[in-house]
């Protein structure tokens, strides 16, 4: 695998860039691309991925 970064994204979903594999609770993998977006907020109709769902609707901004 190659280098994996991972942002998490103020108010909104984590960004995660580079090629991941990524397993539902059974361990079935489940299909990304090069730039994932995972929901945070739990709003998304299409979790784990973001939808947007969360504008106007979700608060955080972590810092380290």
Known sequence: MSDVKI???DHGPLI???EI???DGEG???D???ATYLC???LSTNKPFCTGAHKDK???AVRA
């Open 16 to 18: 995660v860039n580079g």
């Open 32 to 34: 990304t691309k090069q």
């Open 28 to 30: 079935k993998k489940i």
């Open 7 to 9: 942002t998490i994204s």
């Open 58 to 60: 979700f608060e955080s």
């Open 40 to 42: 945070r907020c739990g």
């Open 21 to 23: 594999e990524l397993l």
